[in-house]
């Protein structure tokens, strides 16, 4: 089972796959993504896959058969594995735990050249209520604290399979960023009585300098602190915490701005490779007056180097307001 | 003059170069190395710099002439400048101020391939002295918070040009990496009154597993929970939270420990790209007694994927122990 350890100074918890046998030379060259003959994500190939979690797909259909639209299916090469207690120990200065969680990939379409220039609004929906749906089955198992969704597209990004899929990670302990993200808006809310999110969504769309696209229920900005260059956030107008309270109409919504900002992403940099991450509040946790669950999507445009490493301090080569009327300018094909 | 931002959930100052005309194709490729038919850095070509700040050169021999073997130039392209007030300001729920800060090059030889294999032992002694040396002047300016030195090596890593060199940036803020450093050693501090750093190296020392080499002042050890393969820290034994106090006998046992790690992880991993950061206490912090200054050596063996992004929360697929034992056995040619 993979281990859990966390770094006594900096609190941050790694996930160790003690069990693989790597040497220096498997680590040398970053994998390239697998030239697959036969793509096991590709409708017809299913009994290339783990079994699956959960489909949609056409009534009369069976499991682990064609037939469907989006797919999940556990990760066959898990960073965390969903059987076995938590066994928390500690070795002197340092605490670890074992690697129990799940890890699962959201198979978008049964298309293998599918992207969000392709799919119909109702097919992003369509994606977008697998994240909810997995979302409120996973965090009602008591063992996991923190249920990650993301997306990698293209391999700069990080994607190892070209076929378009997401990957969600629930994690026995809240994850850093989560938990920092979490101080940061509990502390403003305490001094304010206020959602930081809230306030914040307030400005953008007063100042309206960063907008990128709106409407009834969501709002896209490039955010005033931007790491990266063209970095977009989606946020959800009314205040909720949890992405897993997301509700239909809402995804509806959501669906037609994630579409829209993709597109937009893909006409003004020419289909860059990207990440988009949902940052939620973590299970079971009281969140719910000060936090606000949102997605960050990150083009991936320059390369991260011992700077930013050390200090968690960016250089963004492009202002947030400069972007935005790029993105907001953008001529996408509707 | 750059700005500076911070995002008022996460706290993360960013540097906006506002004054850039970035358009988004000057953003969609990451810019190679650069293929300069005359290098900037090479002896002789000392017009071709700003002029420099400092230099160790033979007697009798000019500032910005041929005769050096280290030499600090301001940057050619600073991310911050070195004139001018910090001017904070607020816009609404945002905070900024102007980006005054110092952004320097060490060169590190007149040597256009040279490199850690190929420095003589005086000669890392004599790099870490110019960091030193910069680190005492740079504190004496009141503006400035932190001083960050690292060093980007191989274009994957980061670095625009091939010749040998390590950079310096003087902060007006304390960066977000190091605050969560101080922050847990502090917390540590206060719990046990003893310095976090100072019982992890006891631990490691004593354990044994993750020592990759050890002299009479410094350590150096694959961390308990590395983030990356290889991930290597050195830290002086004995207890000092700057590493502006480093004294002249500690500097030539840093120069032996780094030359010997970074050769170790040269035969080991095929000269990876790397990058390494020396952490150390804000300037002028009261932190001497829970801080502990230190080195942290990255290889660049993997892409950073969403799933760290998003949770500050990384998937290592080597145990640290197993690294180092690799890293302990190297047979480098000494």
Request: charge should be negative; hydrophobic fraction near 35%.
């Amino acid at each position: 089972m993979p281990q859990l350890r966390k770094d006594p100074v900096a609190k941050r918890w790694v996930i160790i796959l003690h069990e693989q046998d790597n040497k220096p030379e498997d680590l040398i060259i970053p994998p390239a993504p697998k030239q697959v003959s036969v793509c096991p994500f590709c409708e017809g190939n299913e009994p290339m896959t783990t079994p699956e979690v959960m489909s949609y797909r056409k009534q009369g259909t069976l499991p682990n058969e064609a037939g469907w639209e989006v797919r999940v299916v556990p990760n066959k090469f898990p960073a965390l594995q969903i059987e076995g207690e938590l066994d928390r120990a500690g070795i002197g200065v340092y605490d670890m735990m074992n690697g129990v969680g799940a890890h699962e990939v959201i198979i978008e379409s049964p298309i293998h050249n599918a992207n969000f220039d392709t799919y119909s609004e109702e097919h992003v929906a369509l994606i977008l209520t697998a994240y909810a749906d997995r979302y409120k089955d996973l965090r009602r198992d008591r063992r996991f604290r923190y249920i990650l969704i993301f997306k990698n597209s293209g391999a700069a990004a990080g994607a190892s399979l070209d076929h378009p899929h997401s990957q969600l990670i629930a994690t026995p302990i809240v994850p850093k960023r989560a938990m920092e993200e979490l101080e940061g808006a509990k502390n403003y809310y305490y001094y304010k009585e206020r959602c930081v999110f809230c306030d914040i969504i307030r400005q953008e769309i007063a100042q309206g300098e960063r907008i990128v696209y709106e409407n009834e229920n969501f709002v896209a900005f490039t955010p005033f602190a931007s790491r990266f260059p063209f970095e977009t956030w989606i946020a959800p107008k009314d205040h909720k915490d949890s992405f897993g309270d997301i509700e239909e109409r809402e995804i509806k919504g959501l669906a037609e701005t994630l579409k829209a900002v993709i597109m937009k992403l893909n006409v003004t940099l020419k289909n860059p490779p990207f990440n988009y991450v949902i940052h939620t509040s973590p299970c079971g946790d009281q969140a719910a007056d000060y936090y606000h669950w949102h997605i960050e999507i990150m083009p991936r445009l320059s390369k991260i180097k011992a700077f930013e490493w050390g200090s968690g301090f960016y250089i963004n080569p492009i202002t947030p307001e400069k972007a935005a009327s790029y993105l907001l300018n953008a001529k996408t094909q509707e």
